[in-house]
Antibody, heavy 122, light 107 residues
Framework: EVQLVESGGDFIQSGRSLTLSCTAS????????VGWVRQAPGKGLEWVGF??????????QYAASVKGRFTISRDTSKSIAYLHMNSLRTEDTAIYYC?????????????WGQGTLVTVSS | SYELSQPPSVSVSPGQTVRITCSGD??????ACWYQQRPGQSPVLVVY???RRPSGIPQRFSGSNSGNTATLTINGTQAMDEADYYC??????????FGGGTKLTVL
């Protein structure tokens, strides 16, 4: 059974850094794109970014809103993916979901974690 | 950057058919997915590659995609289908793109 469990959400001041973790089970994190989607309170879904599978050289891609501030990495030996967030802003406040991405001519997000809340204060 | 748009809300009576649309430039040239998000829960994939259902998703959910519009259809809508629905596509430059979401109310 595929499972994604996020951790690391916190209440943090703007300008600081925070790292979220996503522990995966039921699949090999190197064989899929693993990434993050966020949802601000009362708002819609916003893609943050992902790291592609080994078949796609493990390259990363990010949304314009976080590019240069956020970085995604993974440790395949521990089956964990990370979201490193720097220079946090109040508008980064959201629930952050870890997702598994499968490529079938296009990326689809077939499994989601339960989410972890990040609150950035001014 | 690529964008998708959805109506903010749609309502339907129990047992009826409802269609939720998603619009984007030449969306029919891409694959569309749909996610269901019930209140307080994580999103769940209900349709992918325009018209395919993941294992465990009821047959009443179906999808289509042509021209500039993708459509999620729910036949015989049930109270449990009340949720937010998001369309999604992939653009090589923008990445994963979501529509703004449609709140489905089952009256």
């Amino acid at each position: 059974e595929v499972q994604l469990v996020e951790s690391g959400g916190d209440f943090i001041q703007s300008g600081r850094s925070l790292t979220l973790s996503c522990t995966a089970s039921g699949f090999n994190v190197g064989d899929y794109a693993v990434g993050w989607v966020r949802q601000a309170p009362g708002k819609g879904l916003e893609w943050v970014g992902f790291i592609r599978s080994r078949d796609f050289r493990g390259t990363e891609q990010y949304a314009a809103s976080v590019k240069g501030r956020f970085t995604i990495s993974r440790d395949t030996s521990k089956s964990i993916a990370y979201l490193h967030m720097n220079s946090l802003r109040t508008e980064d406040t959201a629930i952050y979901y870890c997702t598994r991405g499968t490529y079938r001519g296009s990326y689809l997000l077939d499994f989601w974690g339960q989410g972890t809340l990040v609150t950035v204060s001014s | 950057s690529y964008e998708l748009s959805q109506p903010p809300s749609v309502s339907v009576s129990p047992g009826q058919t409802v269609r939720i649309t998603c619009s984007g430039d030449k969306l029919g040239d891409k694959y569309a997915c749909w996610y269901q998000q019930r209140p307080g829960q994580s999103p769940v994939l209900v349709v992918y590659q325009d018209d395919r259902r993941p294992s465990g998703i009821p047959q009443r959910f179906s999808g289509s995609n042509s021209g500039n519009t993708a459509t999620l259809t729910i036949n015989g809508t049930q109270a449990m289908d009340e949720a937010d629905y998001y369309c999604q596509a992939w653009d090589i430059s923008t990445g994963v793109v979501f529509g703004g979401g449609t709140k489905l109310t089952v009256l």
